[in-house]
T-cell receptor
Framework: DARVTQTPRHKVTEMGQEVTMRCQPI?????VFWYRQTMMQGLELLAY????????DSGMPKDRFSAEMPDATLATLKIQPSEPRDSAVYFC????????????FGPGTRLTVL | DQQVKQNSPSLSVQEGRISILNCDYT??????FLWYKKYPAEGPTFLIS?????DKNEDGRFTVFLNKSAKHLSLHIVPSQPGDSAVYFC????????????FGGGTRLMVKP
């Protein structure tokens, strides 16, 4: 049963600290998405990769957030320095080569910045 | 400017009755629409989709209706079951946009036994 995995599932950190979230997309999928879910905004797209190349990161605060795909099996989202307003659930999703628009989501990382 | 809107943040329905979740969009380029369901502490899971060449798609208890002229779609669940209680997200995409989706804010459905 292929699934998107995300680590850690929960992270509590103090303001100013660096946070790194990791995602393993489903094998064979060539698109990866990072979303943030907040109470007010629903699911916000932060970044989007296709074949490991970043295609859209317009939703991401560039001064503190960065997203990378070091290889096809790993995507990372980094926040440095973290702020209390970054507290949210961060989801990674992957999609198969574009024959469908269906995305498959991971379980999310719940981030709390104190 | 939200291109996909779900104006009802929550909906409560009695078990066995019909649940109707609504979604409006503004971008006339959208031509593919999806519904995702999300349980607490889990990621959203794909539920049902519809292409703009259709006005209805049915899968068991779930039916999605699309009204292109009104830029409106709805998800009907009948009969509703307590296990359907979840947050439902509407999403839309432009064909050949490489899986990129625009999501609505979600509607929390509560089905009471």
């Amino acid at each position: 049963d292929a699934r998107v995995t995300q680590t850690p599932r929960h992270k509590v950190t103090e303001m100013g600290q660096e946070v790194t979230m990791r995602c393993q997309p489903i094998l064979g999928h060539n698109t990866v998405f990072w979303y943030r879910q907040t109470m007010m905004q629903g699911l916000e797209l932060l970044a989007y990769f296709r074949n490991r190349a970043p295609l859209d990161d317009s939703g991401m605060p560039k001064d503190r957030f960065s997203a990378e795909m070091p290889d096809a099996t790993l995507a990372t989202l980094k926040i440095q320095p973290s702020e209390p307003r970054d507290s949210a659930v961060y989801f990674c999703a992957s999609g198969p080569p574009a024959s469908t628009d269906t995305q498959y989501f991971g379980p999310g990382t719940r981030l709390t910045v104190l | 400017d939200q291109q996909v809107k779900q104006n009802s943040p929550s909906l409560s329905v009695q078990e066995g009755r019909i649940s109707i979740l609504n979604c409006d969009y503004t971008n006339s380029m959208f031509d593919y629409f999806l519904w995702y369901k999300k349980y607490p502490a889990e990621g959203p899971t794909f539920l049902i989709s519809i292409s703009s060449i259709k006005d209805k798609n049915e899968d068991g208890r779930f039916t999605v209706f699309l009204n292109k002229s009104a830029k409106h779609l709805s998800l009907h669940i009948v009969p509703s079951q307590p296990g359907d209680s979840a947050v439902y997200f509407c999403a839309a995409s432009v064909n050949n946009a490489g899986n990129m989706l625009t999501f609505g804010g979600g509607t929390r459905l509560m089905v009471k036994p």
